[in-house]
């Protein structure tokens, strides 16, 4: 939640200096390319330097490929149902925006190269609300829907940051589940969002 809490703080100090600078003090587009390039080879660097990995991936069980699965189809299928009660956003917006599975840093930056910052910002916020959500909501979940439920609400950050939560409140026996899901949601956000942002105009 710190992390979350110092994102949404960088993000206000943006605003407000883009609101107060005539000009900017540098190149937006490079920068953008820039931090997106090195996002992506963290994310690559950290994925190939866990050891741990090749013995996950030797412990794969139905249940772990088929959550990640779960996962996706039911927050596009949420999306969908959702964009017709959102004024000034298409389906594909919406389905676009919640592609991040709560891994904010890297689909704010997509989306917003693609579509300008107003869309890049609404990717991040609902991003980062997922993340929120689950911590807080993580609770009830596991109570009323059972241990899957905050894997699902966590999307790509149950690997790491709403980890610690989701072991608490489902249960140990839920950890390589939620790591192994949080990784495969990691991996394939580059590449649903960049799949989506194709065919916007």
């Known amino acids: 939640m710190k992390d979350s809490l110092i994102l949404i703080i960088l993000f206000s100090i943006g605003i407000v200096l883009g609101m107060n600078l005539s000009e900017h003090l540098f190149d937006l587009n490079a920068t953008v390319v820039c931090v997106l390039s090195f996002t992506l080879f963290t994310v690559g660097y950290e994925a190939g330097s866990n050891r741990h990995n090749t013995e996950m991936i030797g412990e794969i069980n139905s249940q772990v490929v088929l959550v990640p699965l779960s996962i996706i189809i039911g927050t596009f299928m949420s999306a969908v149902v ?38 890049g910002s609404l990717a991040l916020l609902v991003n980062v609300f997922r993340e929120l959500l689950t911590v807080i909501l993580a609770p009830l979940f596991s109570r009323y829907l059972g241990g899957l439920s905050p894997i699902a609400a966590g999307g790509a950050t149950s690997m790491d940051v709403t980890l610690p939560i989701i072991t608490k409140y489902s249960g140990k026996e839920y950890t390589l589940t939620a790591i192994m899901s949080g990784f495969v949601l990691t991996i394939l956000v580059p590449l649903m969002l960049s799949f989506l942002l194709h065919f916007h105009a």
């Open 82 to 119: 959702v964009a017709p009660f959102l004024a000034g956003l298409t389906t594909l917006d919406v389905v676009t925006l919640v592609a991040g599975f709560g891994y904010y840093s890297i689909s704010g930056v997509l989306v917003g190269s693609k579509l300008g910052s107003y869309m």
